[in-house]
């Protein structure tokens, strides 16, 4: 099976650089996704990873080490807009699925 | 902008009443999923679809059926609602090949009385 971690808050301010980690367990392995998800609403693709190192997009990056099992997602120059979830999640078994971490509540005040 | 639908928005029923949640996209996308999620927590996979006429289970068990009969088209249906159905339900698509990034719905509250 598969098993993703990742921290359930994180509080920042607003201009600040926040990183948010996932660790994950899993038998076969496809690449590292990252999602946001604000209150009510559907998550959105922000990024992916299938090889070690940094991939950045705008504000956002995204790392990945797959001898460590391990990723995050950096988000800087924070905005109040930014306060939401956030899942990182892998290919499962069977390739096919794409299962998803705990999700880590990202709390950006003024 | 993505392009998949899925109504109703809210749905408030009494228990042991059939539903069907429905999901379309008009992206041409293979792979089609249904996630469950409480307020605050993880999305579970309760089914998935690799493309017309197949569908399978997901990692969290559900009472829930699908079909996939259309490529565009991914209902899920519930022959009888009880109060433990109670939670958002978010239908997602994605090309073949390209699993990583899942284009989601709106999703659809269900709250069963």
């Known amino acids: 099976g598969q098993s993703l971690e990742q921290p359930s808050e994180v509080t920042a301010v607003e201009g600040a650089i926040v990183q948010i980690n996932c660790t994950y367990q899993?038998?076969?392995?496809?690449?590292l996704s990252w999602y946001q998800q604000h209150d009510g609403g559907a998550p959105t693709f922000l990024s992916y990873?299938?090889?070690?190192g940094l991939e950045e997009t705008g504000r956002f990056s995204s790392f990945l080490s797959r001898s460590d099992s391990y990723g995050y997602l950096l988000l800087q120059e924070l905005q109040m807009k930014d306060s939401a979830s956030y899942f990182c999640?892998?290919?499962?078994?069977?390739?096919?699925?794409?299962?998803f971490g705990t999700g880590t509540r990202l709390l950006v005040s003024p | 902008e993505a392009d998949i639908y899925q109504t109703p928005r809210y749905l408030v029923i009494g228990t042991g009443k059939k539903i069907t949640l429905e999901c379309s996209q008009t992206?041409?996308?293979?792979?089609m999923y249904w996630y469950q999620q409480d307020p605050g927590m993880e999305l579970h996979l309760i089914h998935y679809?690799?493309?017309?006429?197949?569908?399978e289970k997901g990692d969290l068990s559900s009472e829930s059926t699908v079909s996939r009969i259309r490529t565009e088209h991914f209902p899920l249906t519930l022959e009888s609602a009880r109060p433990s159905h109670t939670s958002q339900y978010l239908c997602?698509?994605?090309?073949?090949?390209?699993?990583?990034?899942?284009?989601f719905g709106s999703g659809t509250q269900l709250s069963v009385l």
């Open positions: 997602a698509s994605g090309r073949a090949g390209d699993n990583e990034k899942l284009f």
């Open positions: 899993t038998s076969g392995f496809y690449g």
């Open positions: 990873n299938a090889l070690d």
């Open positions: 999640a892998v290919k499962g078994t069977g390739f096919q699925k794409l299962v």
């Open positions: 992206m041409g996308h293979d792979k």
């Open positions: 679809s690799y493309g017309v006429n197949s569908t």
